[in-house]
């Protein structure tokens, strides 16, 4: 299934699903940073009224650290694949070891296995094409382990991006 990105943002944006309607919402309060020094964005579903049906995770930034990632209450621990590599493992609810591999500016998230059965993939926006969120049925069956990964491991990769520019 595939969900469009309102923003091509990963801190703060809505998923649309094929039939246009917004299924889940991504979204980064800035008005506590000043405060705790942190950042958190949250995940939510979002019922068909549009109104927040509940909280599927979230992450939380510190400055010079990883993002914390807190899926259906539980706390996913996301490593570094290698030293010197890019990609991230991490282990799902479902007890499960997938990775988020990136390739120009695109993202496959798979099982960490000799499978490396795919469960979702990321497409950034272009100018004639909005980003793009793909689950495959296996990825559907973890939408919440792949949502709130997603947000840490592409906002973590845009961060470092920026980094490398200034």
Avoid at 4 to 18: H, K, M, V
């Amino acid at each position: 299934m595939n969900f469009t990105l309102a923003t091509d943002n990963p801190f703060n944006t809505n998923l649309i699903s094929p039939e246009g309607r917004v299924v889940y919402r991504i979204e980064t309060l800035t008005t506590s940073y000043a405060l705790t020094g942190t950042l958190t964005t949250t995940i939510s579903k979002v019922a068909p009224n549009g109104q927040n049906e509940g909280e599927l995770g979230r992450v939380v930034w510190q400055s010079g650290k990883p993002g914390t990632v807190i899926a259906h209450g539980h706390e996913l621990h996301i490593a570094k694949s290698k030293l010197w590599g890019s990609s991230r493992t991490f282990t799902a609810l479902n007890g499960q070891s997938y990775k988020w591999s990136f390739d120009n500016g695109s993202s496959l998230m798979a099982s960490n296995d000799s499978r490396q059965a795919p469960a979702a993939t990321y497409t950034p926006s272009t100018r004639a094409n909005p980003g793009l969120l793909h689950f495959t049925p296996h990825g559907l069956t973890i939408t919440g382990d792949v949502l709130v990964t997603f947000v840490c491991v592409e906002g973590e990769r845009r961060n470092s991006q920026r980094k490398k520019t200034l």
